[in-house]
């Protein structure tokens, strides 16, 4: 959906580097969801974010929501290949218990 | 793990039939949502249900019924399957409208239309 915009649209990276996810709403966030998703496999929660400057981890995965620009970042530290898999951002537009998603961004981690 | 499971995983069906779609859970979340994935699109919203037998459209609903007669249950039909309608096709379930946004997904059906 053109309403969240993902960059990069694919991540090669070696093993131990670190790296960032952006996901950028054309519209006001009421919250920003991140999930993973290995490759044939379903979705897989990450995080939520609901309030500018909230910062969260998950292992080695932090992410920040930036509301004044309408902005979330995702960076993996020292990634390693279980960190490989598609990344998609979800937007609270404030639909009423609907979510639009970014098209994801697909993260390869070299051994 | 949430317990959501999906029925077929994988179909090839043909233009002009009918297909259904079975999302299955044993959590007893009040939402549930049909999801489609495309290269390129992302997920977009087909159809979701906040209740039984209460069902809205999403972004991409046409070509696509739901039904939803019991809460664990919520089924997607088409009713005649075009090669547009080719993709895989994920359920989710999130539990209030307060955590509504925390969805849980299901494993996915891939379909082919031939």
């Known amino acids: 959906s053109q309403e969240l915009e993902q960059s990069p649209q694919s991540l090669i990276v070696q093993e131990g580097k670190n790296l960032t996810i952006n996901c950028t709403s054309s519209?006001?966030?009421?919250?920003l969801y991140w999930y993973k998703q290995k490759y044939g496999e379903g979705l897989i929660f990450l995080m939520m974010?609901?309030?500018?400057?909230e910062e969260k981890s998950h292992e080695k995965i932090t992410a920040k929501l930036d509301e004044k620009k309408q902005q979330s970042s995702l960076h993996i530290t020292a990634s390693q290949p279980s960190h490989a898999g598609i990344y998609l951002c979800g937007a609270d537009h404030n639909q009423g218990g609907k979510l639009i998603f970014g098209q994801g961004t697909e993260l390869s981690v070299k051994p | 793990d949430a317990g959501i499971t999906q029925s077929p995983r994988h179909k090839v069906t043909e233009t002009g039939t009918p297909v259904t779609l079975r999302c299955h859970q044993t959590e007893n979340h009040r939402y549930m949502y049909w999801y489609r994935q495309d290269p390129g699109h992302g997920l977009r919203l087909i159809h979701y249900s906040y209740g039984v037998k209460d069902t809205d459209k999403g972004e991409v609903s046409d070509g696509y019924s739901v039904s939803r007669s019991k809460t664990e249950d919520f089924l997607l039909t088409l009713e005649s399957a075009t090669s547009s309608q080719t993709s895989v096709y994920f359920c989710?379930?999130?539990?209030?409208?307060?955590?509504?946004?925390?969805?849980?997904f299901g494993p996915g059906t891939r379909l082919t239309v031939t």
């Open positions: 519209k006001t966030l009421y919250g």
């Open positions: 974010l609901q309030k500018g400057g």
């Open positions: 989710a379930i999130s539990e209030s409208v307060v955590r509504s946004y925390e969805q849980y």
